[in-house]
């Protein structure tokens, strides 16, 4: 079994949700939305053009967890937006703008401000005495 996973930037935020929230089998959420379709260049399943994250995914173990399923997969491949590229071909958060869901209040959140750099702002410590 194979799937993508597409991470929707803020704009996609109406879109990303309906798409949680309707049945693939009733309506045809691509036209709905106006989101384009694309296929997958190594597996059967599609893409969404718009967002600026895809990874294609082979599925290795699907585990149910009451009323949730958990599925483990491997990445078969990663399309990103050459936008949200600034050096090389690491993504850039700020470009990407992805949503965040909350499921202990169902809301949606943007990524906010940068707090510290990573692996650096806990060095001070690292030699310190108690």
């Known amino acids: 079994m194979f799937t993508t996973i597409n991470i929707p930037s803020e704009n996609y ?51 149910e967890l009451g009323l949730h399923t958990q599925f483990i997969g491997e990445v078969m491949d990663v399309k990103m937006d050459e936008i949200i590229q600034e050096k090389g071909d690491q993504p850039v958060i700020e470009q990407i703008k992805p949503l965040i869901f909350a499921a202990d209040s169902g809301n949606y959140y943007g990524v906010g401000k940068q707090i510290a750099q990573a692996f650096s702002i806990g060095k001070d410590l690292l030699n310190k005495e108690k």
């Open 13 to 63: 935020v109406k879109e990303a949700d309906y798409f949680g929230i309707a049945s693939r089998h009733k309506e045809d959420k691509f036209a709905k939305t106006g989101l384009t379709a694309v296929k997958s260049d190594i597996i059967d399943a599609p893409y969404i053009r718009e967002f600026p994250i895809n990874l294609e995914c082979k599925v290795i173990q699907v585990i």
